[in-house]
Each structure stands twice: as C-alpha cells, then as structure tokens.
C-alpha cells in the first residue's frame, strides 16, 4: 500500500510568487495534518482536516495560507505570496479515524522542501 | 502553553555505549507522548508511543509524570541508530501532535 505522498519534493520560489503543496494520504485515513519546520525551529502544527472539513486550524500563520481537501481525498496547502520566512519543509501526515485521534498513528509523507528567494 | 523540550540538540557516542535522549513536556492534562524518528533520506516515523510500553529496536521510554519526562533510552547504541529523534505530545481533545525541537543522534563506530 502506499504511503503518504507530497509534490513536489522541492521548490523554489522567488518571493511574492504563489506556490501550491499537494497531500495524497493513505487511502481511507480519515485525518490529514499539515505541519511546517522551518529552519532551527521544531515542527510546527499548521492544520487539521476530518474529511473534507477543517477540525482545527489554529495553526495557520496568516491568511497567505490556505488548505483545502476537496472531497476528504487529497489536500493542497497554496502560499500566496511566498514571503521569505515560509521557506522550511512542510510535512503532512495522515491517520485512520479514531475516537479524536486517540490511538492511531499518524503517517509522515516525506515533506516538501520550500525555498522563497 | 502546551510545549516539548528536548535539551540535546546533538548526542554523539560511540558503538556500544548507552543512549539516553531526554524529553521534559509541559501540559496540566493527562497526554499522549511519542517518539518519532527520520533516518537519512527517510520520512518521519513513529518510533514508540508511551501507551504501548513496549521495546522498538532496543528502545524504550518510561512516561514519568513526577518529572514530565518521557526519556528515549537504548542499553547498546547501533551505528544504524543515527538518525534524528523527535518527542512529541498530543492532547486527548485533539488529534495533532506538538514536537520537540529533535536531537541528532549519531552513533560512531
């Protein structure tokens, strides 16, 4: 089966540029995170989605963000515009539905490395 | 606030020797504590949750809510151990986790 998947594995962007991160999860798994480590920093919690819905996204770190997940498939995070302080590598992660995620286990995607110049 | 703490940026030791990566977290509930790991060129892995209690790879972790400490340790470091290591924390309300900063351990021979 496969696992979480994240294009591109890279990009680099000039700054006031739009990017978009796309989110293929495991199939079935109900949850899909974002998250962000940017550089020095530990990785941070960006959003939640159950589905098609937004749970949680108190992570978020202004409104050049937005995430979707059209329906409850795969999801895309869209920067716009790309600032210098949003390069990091965002990771997105996926789990089975459980009763609020106690007791399942997220699966990492293996991150796409986002470069504003 | 709800944070992790992981003091060691890098532990270095050499084959052989004992492994203790600490984790303190702060958080007034009853939390879910884990330890993830990304081997080089690998995604981030779950590696041992505390409600498992059980031995990964020769690793273990005892939640210890006196201390708020959830301390990865390994009896004999392998150099296929290098690799960086991160605690995490989640709420039960919620479902996201909420990481360390990572240490980077690295296992000479």
């Known amino acids: 089966e496969a696992g979480v998947t994240q294009f591109p594995s890279h990009s680099v962007i000039e700054k006031g540029q739009t990017v978009t991160l796309r989110c293929d999860p495991i199939?079935?798994?109900?949850?899909l995170y974002w998250y962000r480590r940017v550089m020095g920093k530990e990785i941070k919690f960006l959003l939640h989605?159950?589905?098609?819905?937004?749970?949680?996204e108190s992570g978020m770190p202004n409104n050049r963000f937005l995430a979707e997940r059209t329906g409850g498939t795969y999801s895309t995070l869209k920067v716009q515009p790309a600032e210098l302080e949003d390069s990091g590598v965002y990771f997105c992660?996926?789990?089975?539905?459980?009763?609020?995620?106690?007791?399942?286990?997220?699966?990492f995607g293996q991150g796409t490395r986002l470069t504003v110049v | 606030a709800q944070r992790v703490t992981q003091p060691e940026k890098l532990l270095s030791v050499f084959k052989g020797a004992p492994v203790e990566l600490k984790c303190n977290y702060s958080?007034?509930?009853?939390?879910?504590l884990f330890w993830y790991v990304q081997y080089s060129r690998q995604r981030l892995q779950l590696l041992l949750r505390?409600?498992s209690r059980e031995s990964i790879k020769g690793f273990t972790a005892d939640l210890n809510k006196g201390e708020t400490s959830f301390h990865l340790k390994k009896p004999f470091a392998q150099e296929e151990d290098s690799a960086m290591y991160y605690c995490?924390?989640?709420?039960?309300?919620?479902?996201?986790?909420?990481f360390g900063k990572g240490t980077k351990l690295s296992v000479k021979p």
């Open positions: 992660a996926s789990s089975p539905r459980g009763d609020r995620g106690l007791n399942t286990e997220a699966f």
């Open positions: 199939s079935g798994h109900d949850n």
């Open positions: 989605f159950v589905k098609e819905s937004k749970q949680d």
């Open positions: 958080y007034s509930g009853s939390p879910e």
């Open positions: 505390h409600i």
């Open positions: 995490a924390l989640k709420k039960r309300s919620q479902g996201n986790l909420i």
